[in-house]
Structures are given as C-alpha cells and as structure tokens.
C-alpha cells in the first residue's frame, strides 16, 4: 500500500519557539518539548527526508490556522476539496 498523500508541516525554528514558548505560559511542558535541541535536530532531520517522497507536499506552517487548511484540503480531500 502506498498512500496517496503527505502533508508535511514546516515551521521555521523562531516560529516554532515562539509558539512553544506561549504554551509553556498556558500549560505545562511535556516530555517531548522539554527534550534538547539535539533531538529536535533529528526530528527534523528525518521529517526533511519525507519531503523527497513523490507523494509528500510541504505546507508553510508559519501561517494561521485557517491558512494553512486551505493548503491542507487538496492533499487531504483530493478531488472532494472545494
């Protein structure tokens, strides 16, 4: 079986911090986020080789929600995205 799509969300690093830091304000860290930055180097280090999947599409998740879900439909819905 081999999917008919993958949506892979990028977020630049400052974005992504920025975004961390606010949770942290409102809810506790979990384990995950309080990991190093060598593990997060490695997460996205493997997320950059599913990029050169024929069947991955790289969205800009640097945008709101409501953007990013524009983008999002066609990979998600395929020919039913309106």
């Known amino acids: 079986m081999k999917p008919d799509g ?3 969300l990028s977020l630049n690093e400052i974005v992504r911090q920025k975004r961390l830091k606010d949770r942290f304000v409102a809810t506790a860290a979990d384990k995950i986020e309080l990991r190093d ?5 490695r997460v996205y280090d493997a997320y950059k080789e599913l ?6 599409q790289v969205v800009d998740a640097d945008r709101t ?3 990013i879900f524009e983008d999002l ?6 020919k039913f995205a309106q």
């Open 37 to 41: 930055n060598g593990y997060t180097k």
């Open 73 to 78: 439909k066609p990979i998600l819905f395929g």
């Open 6 to 8: 993958l949506a892979i």
């Open 51 to 56: 990029e050169n999947l024929e069947h991955a």
């Open 65 to 67: 929600p409501e953007e």
